[in-house]
């Protein structure tokens, strides 16, 4: 990959308390800029911080006092501390619903929790990246958001984008659901698709980084990427103190490039290190669709590294064959003592039911695949029943409806007629 090198002035940029970039395999540090991978070992950067630590009642009371969206952790992310004042489509404070029907159902009873991202502004946990990074590109100065993506990226995008007053132009695989193609070209952006699948976009739009062509071009998940991560923070910290301030015991997160997961584990430390939340084990669970699971696969065979599959899925917001943080996760994931497990399209479509059945939860192809693999878990006796659990949603089930369209038809179609009602069986 590419390595972006581009030097927009960066030494007065404001993004409150990240101090640098630092590269997670060799710890060299960086200004602040538009770079994502370590100039020396060409190891990943991430955000630095200079957290506000040593009077976690204040911070806990400040962020209380701030506003229902990820912009009260301000002082936690890498933005302004004027961030809520400007254009953004302001995501986060979702729903974390207590799934005691779900839970009955699956026989857990230490408290079962559906961390519901489908309500975000454009129904997916993306938008929360997406403000992060496009906060990253105002200061950096670019004209153009830009990604590449498996289809809930596109869209966060292009409305982000729009709401900015950005021009957009976002690449996805050319045989993306259509709901997503349509959710992604409405906002009035370029929509742009590649003949291949979603790693074959992304070493395109590393290509164009760098070329005179992308010159101006913020590519969120790629020279904004130690940004844009970090807005999957906001949801370890969300879940935190929607359940009082405290750490769930364990967490079921899905698995596509692997950020998100890697981010979660990040922001719970964090919390730790603030004195916002009390120091307690915690175990962190992948979930991946068996049609694509580099990452399950590595970890089922005890190995450091993961092997790039090629996608063959309905989970195709998951389906990245090469994930980035794939080794990360596999070492989050030893270092909890949780796991990583995957489940196959007909358990996804049947899990994207028992939620809608239970919860009253449409969750997308990825949401099935989180459920699918809670229920795996335990019954493989890998997650514990009596301890709280966290299960995370991402998306909207309204985006992959071809995936559940062929079993979820009319129950009867008759005449009107309370005869024709009564034949039919449906009187109860």
Request: charged share 20%; glycine share 12%; hydrophobic share 40%.
């Amino acid at each position: 990959m590419a390595v972006q090198t581009e030097t927009t002035a960066t030494t007065t940029v404001d993004l409150g308390p990240a101090s640098g970039l630092s590269c997670r395999e060799c710890g060299e540090r960086f200004p602040l800029g538009p770079i994502f991978a370590c100039e020396l070992c060409f190891g990943p950067l991430e955000v630095a911080y200079d957290l506000p630590v040593g009077d976690p009642e204040g911070l806990r009371k400040q962020i209380e006092a701030g506003p229902d969206n990820i912009w009260r952790y301000a002082p936690l992310l890498p933005v302004p501390a004027d961030v809520a004042t400007k254009p953004n489509l302001n995501p986060g404070w979702t729903k974390l619903v207590k799934a005691d029907n779900l839970a009955a159902e699956l026989g857990v009873t230490g408290g079962l929790y559906i961390k519901d991202d489908s309500g975000n502004p454009t129904h997916s946990f993306k938008d929360r990246v997406v403000a992060q990074a496009l906060e990253a590109a105002r200061a950096f100065g670019f004209t153009t958001l830009s990604c590449s993506s498996t289809g809930n990226l596109a869209g966060a995008v292009g409305a982000a984008a729009a709401r900015a007053g950005f021009r957009s132009c976002v690449f996805i695989p050319h045989d993306l659901e259509q709901g997503k193609v349509v959710m992604a070209a409405v906002y009035g952006g370029e929509l742009v698709g590649i003949e291949g699948n979603y790693d074959d976009v992304n070493r395109f739009c590393s290509e164009l980084i760098g070329d005179p062509l992308g010159e101006g071009w913020g590519f969120v998940n790629v020279n904004l990427r130690p940004y844009y991560g970090e807005g999957s923070k906001t949801l370890a910290y969300e879940i935190c103190e929607q359940l009082g301030w405290q750490l769930p015991d364990q967490l079921v997160v899905p698995i596509a490039s692997g950020s998100q997961l890697t981010k979660i584990d990040k922001g719970l430390q964090e919390l730790i290190k603030l004195g916002l939340v009390e120091d307690k084990p915690y175990k962190i669970f992948g979930a991946q669709a068996e049609g694509c699971s580099p990452v399950s696969t590595a970890f089922k065979a005890g190995h450091d590294v993961v092997r790039p599959q090629k996608p063959n899925t309905i989970a195709k917001s998951l389906a990245i064959g090469n994930p980035a943080d794939g080794p990360y996760v596999l070492d989050i994931a030893r270092r909890t003592g949780g796991a990583v497990e995957d489940v196959n399209d007909e358990q996804v479509v049947d899990a994207i039911k028992l939620l809608a059945r239970t919860e009253g939860i449409f969750a997308e192809t990825a949401g099935g695949v989180t459920v699918g693999v809670t229920r795996k878990l335990l019954q493989e006796g890998l997650l514990d029943p009596t301890l709280t659990t966290v299960v995370l949603n991402t998306g909207d089930g309204l985006k992959t409806l071809d995936a559940v369209a062929p079993t979820s038809q009319a129950t009867a179609t008759i005449k009107p007629s309370l005869d024709a009602f009564r034949a039919a069986g449906l009187a109860g």
